[in-house]
T-cell receptor, first 117, second 114 residues
Framework: GAVVSQHPSWVICKSGTSVKIECRSL??????MFWYRQFPKQSLMLMAT?????????EQGVEKDKFLINHASLTLSTLTVTSAHPEDSSFYIC?????????????FGQGTRLTVV | AQKVTQAQTEISVVEKEDVTLDCVYE???????LFWYKQPPSGELVFLIR??????QNEISGRYSWNFQKSTSSFNFTITASQVVDSAVYFC???????????FGDGTTLTVKP
């Protein structure tokens, strides 16, 4: 089956630094990738939708300059948390939708647990 | 606007019991997709099932079964003869074909005790 790989699985960084999270589709082309944020014991909240070769579409309330998303190829999207602060600590999950299929199940990465100290 | 409601925040059962997780949705779309995912403690989401709005057939997969009723906007999930390994958070989600994105319910935490 389709696999989405997310890296790193966890990261601890100092306040004020930037962290990059990668999301790769390993065996299919993903024209669309989604980035979610999940706080403990809460649901997944969509942060942004990224389409290959174009700017990401951010959900209301998500700071574009803080959460930089790049989707430079059909198999890779990155989320960079800039100038991270403790309140950015969360579980970040990406998903990828297969090229040409409008609504297959979105394949999810393993998630990245970010802790900002 | 669309919404997914999982009214049961937490459910606890004893192994071998049957358990049903409820999911009610709201949408103005006529074409949409419904999903169930399992999130074990490791965090990754495991896809369980997808159902489109035109397919109201119930489905059974091993110990899992799903009941989709468009008339009541519900897509309930039943685990038969539950096992400890079924313990996880289960999410119901609605994919909006117009917007091209999903809305998740708040999740139901299922604990299966031995």
């Amino acid at each position: 089956g389709a696999v989405v790989s997310q890296h790193p699985s966890w990261v601890i960084c100092k306040s004020g630094t930037s962290v990059k999270i990668e999301c790769r589709s390993l065996d299919f082309q993903a024209t669309t990738m989604f980035w979610y944020r999940q706080f403990p014991k809460q649901s997944l909240m969509l942060m942004a939708t990224s389409n290959e070769g174009s700017k990401a579409t951010y959900e209301q309330g998500v700071e574009k300059d803080k959460f930089l998303i790049n989707h430079a190829s059909l198999t890779l999207s990155t989320l960079t948390v800039t100038s991270a602060h403790p309140e950015d600590s969360s579980f970040y999950i990406c998903s990828a939708r297969n090229r040409g299929e409008l609504a297959t199940e979105a394949f999810f990465g393993q998630g990245t647990r970010l802790t900002v100290v | 606007a669309q919404k997914v409601t999982q009214a049961q925040t937490e459910i606890s059962v004893v192994e071998k019991e049957d358990v049903t997780l409820d999911c009610v949705y709201e949408t103005r779309d006529t074409t949409y997709y419904l999903f169930w995912y399992k999130q074990p403690p490791s965090g990754e989401l495991v896809f369980l099932i997808r159902r489109n709005s035109f397919d109201e057939q119930n489905e059974i997969s091993g110990r899992y079964s799903w009941n989709f009723q468009k008339s009541t906007s519900s897509f309930n999930f039943t685990i038969t003869a539950s096992q400890v390994v079924d313990s996880a958070v289960y999410f119901c989600a609605l994919f909006n074909t117009n917007a091209g994105k999903s809305t998740f319910g708040d999740g139901t935490t299922l604990t299966v005790k031995p």
